[in-house]
């Protein structure tokens, strides 16, 4: 069973700054892909925007055009945990922001709960 536990997120005025951070449990494959996806509340995180992504086993790490520049995706391979550095913040990062983890290059797999980011302007 595959267990993705998020943390972090929270309010932050435009501007500021936030980390999140999501650890893996259950997956012992030596591939994968692993990051984030934002959406509105309330919507289904599969049909939600591309934050963030890091590919254990090789690749270079991908970034959401919105967010390029501003957010730094890293990962501890050992621990299977992955960060997300937000800075910059703008209202429109806003959202429920949603760890994922999947094989085969779709980042799709697997899900956690989902963690709240607010930004004010």
């Known amino acids: 069973q595959v267990e993705l536990v998020e943390s972090g997120g929270g309010s932050a005025q435009a501007g500021g700054s936030l980390g999140l951070s999501c650890s893996a449990s259950g997956y012992t494959g030596k591939f994968y892909c692993m990051g984030w996806f934002r959406q509105a509340p309330g919507k289904d995180p599969k049909g939600g925007e591309g934050?963030?992504?890091?590919?254990?086993?090789?690749?270079?790490?991908t970034y959401g055009q919105s967010v390029r520049g501003r957010f730094t995706i890293s990962q501890d391979d050992a621990t299977k945990t992955v960060y997300l550095q937000m800075n910059s913040l703008k209202p429109e990062d806003s959202g429920m922001y949603y760890c994922?983890?999947?094989?085969?290059?779709?980042?799709?797999?697997?899900w956690g709960q989902g963690t709240q980011v607010t930004v004010s302007s």
């Open positions: 994922a983890l999947g094989v085969g290059g779709s980042c799709r797999n697997y």
């Open positions: 934050v963030a992504f890091v590919y254990a086993g090789g690749g270079t790490n």
